[in-house]
Structures are given as C-alpha cells and as structure tokens.
C-alpha cells in the first residue's frame, strides 16, 4: 500500500459542519426527522440515505444534485463522528490522489466517499454500518 498523509484543514471543516447543519435541516423539512448529533442518528441517517438511493435511482438526476447530497450526507455523518469522539477534517493524499477525509484516533476516513457509494450502490454501502466500523476499527486500518 502507498504511503498516505493527513493534513489537517479549518476550512475544510468549516464546509463539512455548514454542510451538517444544511442536513439537520433538511432532515426536519423533508424526511420529519431531528437529527440530534448522537451517535445512534446515524441509523436515521441511514434511513433518508436510502429514499434518497431510491428517489434517485429512478430520477436519475444531475450530478451536482447527488454530490450535494452525498456531501450532505457525509457531513453530518463525519460531524456526529467528530463531535463524539475527536476526529479532524482536512486533505489526505493516497496514491497520488487527494480527498477530503477526517483523520480520528486510529484511522484516516472518507465520509463523503461512503456516502457516495451508498448513493451509487445502495444498501450494501450502509452509512450505519460504516459508523460502527468506525467505533469499533483497529489502529492502522483504512476504508473508502
């Protein structure tokens, strides 16, 4: 595996919490859902993820659409993680690649990226389970 590097970047951060609070909202005005910031809302997270999966599957709508809620998405889920348990946003460079991911205690990950995935494939990319991965990962292990 290529070596990976994390730096640390406020703006970044700035973006994902506007983007955290812009699905607290969201959540409450089309979903009837309080997002509370604790670690058991993911699983409610999960829940609009996948009306969301739905919707768009049979809309097929444009890209900035899906990137708007895949951001959305994975804000909120990287903010709750952060808030919880201590997490930094910023920049991590992997083979020749850059992302905005979060650097926690133990491991380097990609919010945005899973929730990405869960918008393209669906169930299998569960944010819930991405969350639990997290809380309970070893030291050193990374996953997109």
Known sequence: MQPHTFESDTQVQTV??????????AGK????I?????????????WMAERMYVEFKTTNPPAKRVEAAY?????????????????KWGWVKL???????MQG???LFWPWGRAQKRLANGPDESL???????LNSDAGELKK
């Open 16 to 25: 994902a919490v506007t983007y955290g609070i812009n699905m607290v909202n």
């Open 29 to 32: 005005t089309f979903y009837g």
């Open 34 to 46: 309080e997002l509370d910031w604790h670690d058991e809302s993911i699983r409610q997270l999960e």
């Open 71 to 87: 951001m959305l998405l994975g804000s909120y889920l990287g903010e709750v993680y952060r808030r919880n348990h201590g997490a």
């Open 95 to 101: 083979g020749g690649e850059r992302f905005v991911g």
């Open 105 to 107: 205690k133990t491991q």
């Open 128 to 134: 819930w389970h991405y969350y639990q991965w997290l």
